[in-house]
């Protein structure tokens, strides 16, 4: 991939499959470069593979297509340029689609009862006076906001307490198809304080579902519970009583599942390496797993627990893989639907027919029909950028650590004979996974000329529940001696140039580039983004800074002290390129601007690149133009520092180059691209 092919990524959603099991309709998103914004259109796809993809709808943002129960309509999101995401309804019969809400930020994914008379959803409501809620009223002339809670933001949310989501119901008149005039407004089911998630209606259409933290530990634990309530308002009642994390409820019957990580610890706040696993929800309310979550971890994106045919459907993290297992409910074998190289990103299933959005590494997404005996694929989306032949096979290894522990991991390489120079890249989390999906950056840098060396530490997800605990208490030590050992294993391999070797990542990814080059000069350059680099300061200043640094690292002071990635950091001498997001909040902006600072001081060549308006999630989904921005940079700094024939340096370093006052703000833009607002400070 080169940098521009951001505009070629095509990636489906989770699907919706039509009650009669004939059609499956997904969401298809990409980054629109020239508009500076994402679209998504919803295609429709027949499952028995009859006809190829169509699109069905043409707004800009289309999204969470779900059908109702009698097939006759098709609720969805959409939104229009520089507007909140609204409920839309689609008849299949054909016709034109008509918006049933008007939130002033926006409604959540719709929930069809089983009558298909309602819709249930969830939205934010904002306190009068916020959020442009009175004209002329704008974010700087706000009332303050008093802070009593230890959670009160979010990274990509913002403040909580002064918009919390709500349960609302919709009801569709039974002529409504003929007069959109008698849509009567929608009814606000649940209050309070507290965010409600992931609603549901009980089969007989008397009762709603939905997950909330309402006990008088909430502020203080990570615990949430599944409540339940009437259409009208009244009833609320707590289902579960557990001491877990509890997500997406689903009936089977008369018996709710749910998808949970069923034991924080005697405080609700023990979340390392917790794996979430579907859960039957006992009578008495406690949770019941149907895979041990020492072993399984769900790593699918599915918007619901999927049950159907007395089993559910469940995404299960394996070895940098995805794979989709039918769990039955009577406490049968489990059966893998779909394994191997593959990451199962989302799936639904009706009429006997499951359709699954499986990528791997050539392929963000294609929707697959599993019926018995058979698998289709049904849809091509990642054949345009595949036919740049810019994308690359990942091949995977193993090594042994010092102790023996075998590291499993991927390296890629660029077409030719090499030796290429080597980029160690290290994936954030840490209870997260590299794997088999198209990963954009990995593509891009070996498009650039790089081999690029992956791998999972200790500390990883998709390896079980030990694999994830066994660095609680001792950062860069087990995961730092697997990163190095598989790098050293590939350096084995002439086609790599040993000599020529780079490091970076992103979050926990950041951190431990951080910590390695502060230990050793072994790297010709490094990028440390949206890092976790200081637990003390990030105790007050992250979103989750309450309780992640004491769970992870600890509270003691000298162990803190010797997993912080800040305490070598006067060692350091290797070019650092330093990338952060103004409005990161999961890793607040000053963890990187001290490392910045620290190197500056010292004459370290080092450049500190902020964007404006991202979050923590800017490689992954902020504004597409930023994203080809941070990518420009990248490459342009690697060319600096370990230049290829496909990324020289001349010409992608002029900027270095050029005579910039120290501390002065310089607007940088891609060839032929609009201005950005970009924002990079460096030492020159």
């Known amino acids: 991939m080169r940098p521009d092919d951001l505009a070629l990524l095509r990636t489906p959603g989770v699907p919706a499959v039509s009650p009669d099991g004939r059609m499956a309709v997904v969401a298809v998103a990409r980054p629109d470069l020239e508009a500076d914004e994402y679209r998504s259109q919803l295609w429709a796809v027949p499952t028995d593979g009859s006809a190829p993809a169509r699109p069905v709808t043409s707004g800009s943002r289309d999204s969470a297509p779900a059908f109702s129960p009698d097939g006759r309509w098709l609720a969805f999101l959409s939104a229009e340029r520089g507007g909140k995401p609204q409920i839309w309804l689609l008849p299949t019969a054909g016709g034109e689609p008509r918006t049933l809400t008007s939130h002033h930020l926006g409604a959540g994914a719709p929930v069809w009862s089983p009558d298909s008379r309602r819709l249930a959803y969830v939205a934010r409501v904002p306190e009068p006076g916020r959020y442009g809620t009175v004209d002329g009223v704008g974010a700087e002339a706000e009332a303050p906001r008093l802070i009593t809670s230890l959670q009160y933001?979010?990274?990509?949310?913002?403040?909580?307490?002064?918009?919390?989501?709500?349960?609302?119901?919709?009801?569709?008149?039974?002529?409504?198809?003929?007069?959109?005039?008698?849509?009567?407004?929608?009814?606000?089911?649940?209050?309070?304080?507290?965010?409600?998630?992931?609603?549901?209606?009980?089969?007989?259409?008397?009762?709603?579902?939905?997950?909330?933290?309402?006990?008088?530990?909430?502020?203080?634990?990570l615990v949430r519970d599944v409540y339940a309530i009437r259409p009208d308002g009244s009833g609320l009642r707590r289902v579960t009583a557990c001491r877990g994390d509890t997500a997406l409820p689903a009936y089977a019957g008369d018996e709710l599942y749910v998808t949970a990580t069923p034991d924080l610890g005697p405080e609700g706040v023990d979340f390392v390496a917790r794996q979430a696993v579907p859960c039957r929800v006992a009578g008495d309310g406690a949770l019941e797993p149907l895979l041990d979550p020492e072993e399984h971890h769900r790593g699918d994106e599915t918007s619901s627990t999927?049950?159907?045919?007395?089993?559910?459907?469940?995404?299960?993290?394996?070895?940098?893989?995805?794979?989709?297992?039918?769990?039955?409910?009577?406490?049968?074998?489990?059966?893998?639907?779909?394994?191997?190289?593959?990451?199962?990103?989302?799936?639904?299933?009706?009429?006997?027919?499951?359709?699954?959005?499986?990528?791997?590494?050539?392929?963000?997404?294609?929707?697959?029909?599993?019926?018995p005996g058979q698998r289709r694929l049904l849809t091509a989306f990642g054949r345009t950028l595949g036919e740049t032949g810019r994308v690359h096979r990942m091949a995977e290894r193993t090594a042994p650590a010092p102790d023996g522990h075998q590291v499993h991991g991927w390296v890629t390489t660029p077409p030719g004979p090499g030796p290429h120079p080597v980029l160690l890249t290290v994936h954030g989390g840490p209870f997260?996974?590299?794997?088999?999906?198209?990963?954009?950056?990995?593509?891009?840098?070996?498009?650039?000329?790089?081999?690029?060396?992956?791998?999972?530490?200790?500390?990883?997800?998709?390896?079980?529940?030990?694999?994830?605990?066994v660095i609680r208490g001792g950062w860069g030590g087990l995961d730092a001696g697997d990163v190095l050992a598989f790098l050293d294993a590939a350096l084995a391999d002439p086609a790599l140039d040993a000599d020529r070797v780079g490091v970076m990542g992103g979050s926990y990814g950041g951190y431990l580039t951080a910590l390695l080059i502060g230990r050793t000069n072994r790297f010709a350059g490094a990028v440390v983004e949206r890092a976790f680099l200081d637990p003390v300061s990030f105790v007050g200043s992250s979103d989750i800074g309450w309780v992640f640094p004491d769970q992870y690292l600890g509270t003691d002071p000298h162990r803190l002290a010797a997993q912080s990635a800040m305490t070598n950091a006067p060692g350091i001498t290797t070019p650092t390129l330093v990338v952060h997001s103004e409005e990161d909040w999961r890793c607040p902006v000053e963890q990187g601007a001290r490392l910045y600072v620290e190197l500056k001081r010292r004459g370290v060549p080092s450049e500190l690149l902020l964007f404006p308006g991202e979050g923590h999630e800017l490689s992954r989904s902020g504004r597409p133009r930023h994203r080809l921005a941070r990518f420009e940079h990248i490459l342009r700094w690697w060319a600096r520092w370990l230049p290829t024939e496909q990324n020289p340096g001349s010409g992608a370093d002029e900027l270095v180059d050029q005579p910039v006052a120290d501390g002065e703000l310089i607007d940088v833009e891609p060839a032929g691209a609009e201005p950005l607002s970009v924002r990079a400070t460096r030492v020159n």
């Open 306 to 371: 999927v049950v159907v045919d007395g089993a559910v459907l469940v995404g299960v993290e394996r070895r940098g893989s995805v794979e989709l297992l039918r769990v039955p409910l009577d406490g049968g074998v489990p059966e893998a639907l779909i394994d191997g190289p593959f990451t199962v990103r989302g799936f639904a299933a009706a009429g006997g027919v499951v359709v699954a959005v499986v990528a791997h590494d050539r392929s963000a997404g294609e929707l697959i029909a599993l019926t």
């Open 153 to 221: 933001r979010r990274d990509g949310v913002g403040f909580l307490a002064d918009k919390p989501s709500q349960v609302f119901v919709l009801g569709l008149p039974a002529d409504f198809a003929d007069d959109i005039a008698q849509l009567p407004e929608p009814v606000q089911v649940t209050t309070g304080d507290a965010d409600c998630e992931d609603v549901t209606w009980r089969p007989d259409g008397g009762e709603l579902a939905f997950v909330s933290a309402r006990h008088p530990r909430a502020d203080r634990d």
């Open 432 to 469: 997260a996974q590299y794997g088999w999906t198209l990963f954009d950056e990995m593509q891009t840098y070996v498009s650039a000329g790089y081999a690029v060396v992956q791998c999972n530490p200790r500390g990883s997800s998709g390896y079980g529940a030990e694999h994830g605990r």
